[in-house]
């Protein structure tokens, strides 16, 4: 059965392996000139590096697509003068390549091969920096608690903000020819009152949203300087604040619940099942522009899920510590959505129960948490999990919140 407490988060995923939604942006072309493509129509840029002078004007698009056998000609010859075309790369799940216009239009076979002959080497290296980007997402699915901070590293130190103030507007000049024609006068001084204005108006607003973050960020500083030691409503939203701050790999369900005497904190995780987790990596074929997926052993993907499940616990204890000087004990406990074959109905299952004093944890060296395996770093503690040597686990009873 699952324990359902008095606080519950509801955590954003941070890292996303779903390949079709990744897209590159960049533009193919010489510093100082591009072409860019948006809902209003296509525009044609072009400047002299360095000196602030720039020109731009307007590509009637619809004519061309209308001669769509003369585009690719078109694309191809502004890429031959030296021009820059701005587009986007999409991979699918199978790692081919789709090429997209600023607007989101899809290339023709045509267009694609003029962009491909031009821009190779610029291409392979967008898929190869995307490659290594999959890539190191999947490694950072077992690698979530090497990110723990140490229980030390208590307080919170404010964030400034960083929205810059509204630069001051650029006024009219008076010139004394200006009072030989009164109503040209009189446009020039209402132009640059309501300029004022408008900057007034805007800096107003600039320095409320400074002084509410400012105000937020203080009552956060004294909240998890004081207030965590003080109240309970502080430490549970103390600990809500940073358990949202972690990068988190997928959408993470967690319940908890402060002991009576706000010493003890029982945690509940909804863990991903097996079958959620990336079973391909990939590479990059030598002579051609996309991506390989390759599939990952059963072994591997067993070993990256046991670190996953038990990486999640681990960043939780490391929150739990690091923000809430009063709690001694923590008991994390983690289940997963199974179907039950009696019913065919989804029911949790627990998988792994963990208890751990601060004194425990505070033995952890979190400055080589590189050399820490976290499958055996909860064996030190307190623990109920039945999981074989090739990583297959089954259900337990977790630890209750006496």
């Not at 954003?12 to 510093?31: D, E, H, M, Q, T």
């Not at 400012?214 to 409503?233: H, K, L, P």
Request: glycine share 6%.
């Amino acid at each position: 059965m699952a324990f359902r407490f008095q606080r519950r988060i509801t955590l954003a995923p941070g890292v996303r392996l779903n390949l079709s939604k990744r897209g590159i942006g960049f533009s193919v072309g010489p510093r100082g000139a591009s072409v860019s493509i948006g809902p209003s129509g296509a525009h044609a840029h072009a400047g002299i590096p360095g000196t602030g002078l720039s020109y731009r004007t307007k590509i009637n698009r619809k004519q061309q697509s209308s001669r769509e056998k003369d585009f690719p000609s078109s694309v191809d010859s502004q890429l031959t003068k030296g021009s820059t075309l701005a587009m986007t790369l999409k991979v699918d799940e199978h790692g081919d390549v789709r090429y997209l216009f600023a607007d989101g239009t899809r290339m023709t076979e045509k267009e694609e091969r003029a962009v491909k002959r031009h821009a190779g080497e610029a291409i392979r290296a967008k898929l190869r920096n995307l490659c290594d980007d999959l890539n190191a997402d999947l490694e950072h699915l077992g690698q979530l608690h090497c990110e723990t901070p140490a229980p030390d590293t208590i307080g919170y130190k404010p964030e400034s903000f960083t929205e810059p103030a509204p630069s001051a507007p650029s006024l009219t000049s008076e010139r004394w020819w200006h009072h030989l024609w009164p109503p040209l006068y009189r446009q020039i001084q209402n132009e640059n009152t309501q300029r004022q204005h408008d900057f007034d108006e805007s800096y107003r607003l600039w320095e409320w949203r400074k002084a509410e973050f400012d105000a937020s960020e203080f009552a956060r500083q004294q909240r998890e300087q004081q207030g965590v030691y003080e109240s309970i409503d502080a430490m549970e939203l103390t600990l809500k604040e940073r358990l949202e701050e972690i990068d988190w790999p997928r959408e993470t369900v967690i319940d908890f619940d402060l002991g009576s005497d706000e010493s003890t904190i029982a945690v509940d995780i909804d863990l991903p099942s097996e079958d959620e987790m990336p079973c391909q990596e990939w590479t990059m074929p030598k002579k051609r522009l996309k991506l390989t997926p390759k599939e990952i052993s059963a072994t591997r993907q067993r070993k990256l899920y046991r670190d996953h499940v038990h990486g999640i616990a681990f960043r939780v204890l490391g929150a739990v510590f690091t923000r809430l000087p009063n709690v001694k004990e923590a008991r994390v406990s983690g289940y997963r959505q199974v179907v039950s074959p009696a019913t065919g109905a989804e029911k949790d299952e627990y998988i792994y129960s963990i208890k751990v004093s601060r004194e425990q944890w505070n033995r952890i060296e979190f400055d080589k948490l590189d050399q820490v395996d976290p499958v055996a770093a909860v064996e030190a503690f307190t623990l109920r999990r039945d999981m074989t040597k090739t990583g297959i686990f089954r259900q337990i009873e977790p630890f209750k919140l006496v």
